[in-house]
């Protein structure tokens, strides 16, 4: 039976981190929205050649059309053993086309792993993150003792470190806000469903990688 995943959680939560291991534990396909798009894109299929229209415009590619895409994705020969969705759904109405989308492929209904983290905790995370703009590598002034200016301390590169402007105090207000709004909503109807796995994202890696790994072994997923 394949294995099929959505992450859910707030930005700061570590999705990305625990989607790279989910994927390698699991041997399941990675699949990220903005990746994805880009690549039916790229591929020039009929949906990302209407995709790229609007993203070329600057304008949001609307629930219908990403969802088509999505379906388009999961269909592909390397999500035959399962899927993992980052940063899809977003909202309720997308959450209900994907529903329908699945259960016209006769695929299995993921399980809903939601990363939970307090706001005070997500906002130390964020504001604390500084980037390397040679190497991109991600490092935290709590951990690295490193801050903006700094050179990267990474051997043989010749980066300086900055602060990502969406990283900064009002973006991460803005950032949280809309995750409440928008997205804060599938937490309940994913709970409705009995597809949700609650999963303390509090912790080092391999702690939040132990108790999302348990939680879906426990539901028998993985």
Same mark, same amino acid.
């Given at each position: 039976?394949?294995t099929n @995943? !959505? @992450?859910?959680?707030?930005?700061?939560?570590? /999705?990305?981190?625990?989607? %790279?291991?989910?994927?390698?534990?699991?041997?399941?396909?990675?699949?990220?929205?903005?990746?994805?798009?880009? =690549?039916?894109?790229? +591929?020039?299929? &009929?949906?990302?050649?209407?995709? +790229?229209?609007y993203?070329?415009?600057g304008?949001?590619?609307?629930?219908? #059309?990403?969802? $088509?895409?999505?379906?388009e994705?999961?269909?592909?020969?390397?999500? *035959?053993?399962?899927?993992l969705?980052?940063?899809f759904?977003?909202?309720?109405?997308?959450?209900? =086309?994907?529903? $329908?989308?699945? =259960? &016209? #492929?006769? #695929?299995?209904?993921?399980?809903?792993?939601?990363? %939970?983290? *307090?706001?005070?905790?997500?906002?130390?995370? @964020?504001?604390?993150?500084?980037?390397?703009?040679?190497? +991109?590598? !991600?490092?935290?002034?709590?951990?690295?003792?490193?801050?903006?200016?700094d050179?990267?301390?990474?051997e $043989?590169?010749?980066?300086?470190?900055?602060?990502?402007?969406?990283?900064?105090? %009002? =973006?991460?207000?803005?950032?949280?806000?809309?995750? /409440?709004?928008?997205?804060?909503?599938?937490?309940?109807?994913? &709970?409705?469903?009995?597809?949700?796995?609650?999963?303390?994202?509090?912790?080092?890696?391999?702690?939040?990688?132990?108790?999302?790994?348990?939680? #879906?072994?426990?539901? $028998?997923?993985?």
């Open positions: 039976m394949a @995943l !959505i @992450l859910l959680g707030p930005p700061g939560a570590g /999705k990305g981190t625990q989607a %790279e291991f989910l994927v390698n534990r699991l041997a399941i396909t990675h699949i990220s929205t903005g990746d994805m798009l880009r =690549a039916a894109v790229a +591929k020039g299929t &009929e949906l990302g050649l209407e995709a +790229k229209r993203m070329d415009a304008n949001l590619v609307p629930d219908e #059309l990403v969802v $088509g895409i999505v379906r994705r999961i269909c592909e020969p390397d999500c *035959a053993n399962g899927f969705l980052d940063g759904p977003r909202t309720i109405p997308q959450a209900e =086309a994907l529903d $329908g989308a699945i =259960a &016209e #492929l006769g #695929l299995e209904p993921p399980t809903v792993v939601n990363m %939970e983290v *307090a706001d005070q905790v997500l906002i130390d995370r @964020l504001s604390g993150r500084r980037m390397c703009d040679t190497c +991109k590598t !991600i490092f935290h002034i709590s951990r690295d003792s490193v801050d903006v200016g050179p990267c301390p990474q $043989g590169c010749s980066g300086k470190i900055y602060q990502r402007s969406d990283d900064q105090a %009002e =973006a991460i207000a803005q950032r949280l806000d809309v995750y /409440k709004r928008q997205t804060e909503p599938l937490i309940s109807y994913y &709970e409705a469903k009995g597809q949700l796995v609650r999963v303390d994202a509090v912790g080092t890696v391999e702690a939040v990688n132990d108790v999302v790994f348990a939680a #879906l072994k426990a539901r $028998g997923v993985g």
